[in-house]
């Protein structure tokens, strides 16, 4: 019965992995479906990372458990791969070009929900919570260059 379970937890994040897919190959991925299926790949992962761990404790032979163990691993890899590839898709950077440096640039404010996006990145420090995200960087050249 244990491995009907894992058969199905596996063809339903198969399925997902094929949606995520189908995702990343469109030219402007859609932001809110990519948040979408990266939520759905984890949960589906974490499932059958339960049903593993108990399949695995059922296994009596260790050299099956050992192959069993490494079939997983390999389907898990390739799953990763494809999560990450999602996560990788709903980075965004935008940038202001300016011709001229000639004053202070603006520092426009950034919206709560863009430190939820960057929570998962090691950061020496948090901000307060109280006071508001400002843009402090400026990537690129600050001369400017007729030709």
Not at 34 to 52: F, H, S, T, Y
Not at 78 to 102: D, F, G, H, R, Y
Request: glycine share 4%; hydrophobic share 45%; charged share 25%.
């Amino acid at each position: 019965m244990m491995f009907k379970k894992r058969v199905a937890a596996k063809g339903w994040l198969s399925r997902t992995v094929n949606k995520a897919q189908e995702l990343l190959d469109a030219d402007q991925p859609d932001q809110e479906a990519l948040k979408v299926i990266q939520k759905e790949l984890e949960k589906r992962l974490n499932n059958l990372d339960g049903l593993q761990s108990d399949l695995e404790l059922m296994i009596e032979s260790e050299s099956e458990m050992l192959d069993d163990i490494e079939k997983a691993g390999v389907f898990r890899d390739s799953v990763l791969c494809v999560l990450s590839n999602v996560v990788k898709a709903m980075m965004t950077m935008q940038a202001i070009e300016v011709p001229v440096i000639c004053a202070p640039l603006s520092r426009p404010s950034l919206p709560a929900s863009v430190m939820a996006e960057l929570s998962h990145l090691p950061m020496a420090g948090r901000p307060p919570p109280d006071e508001p995200l400002h843009v402090h960087i400026l990537v690129g050249m600050d001369y400017y260059w007729s030709m």
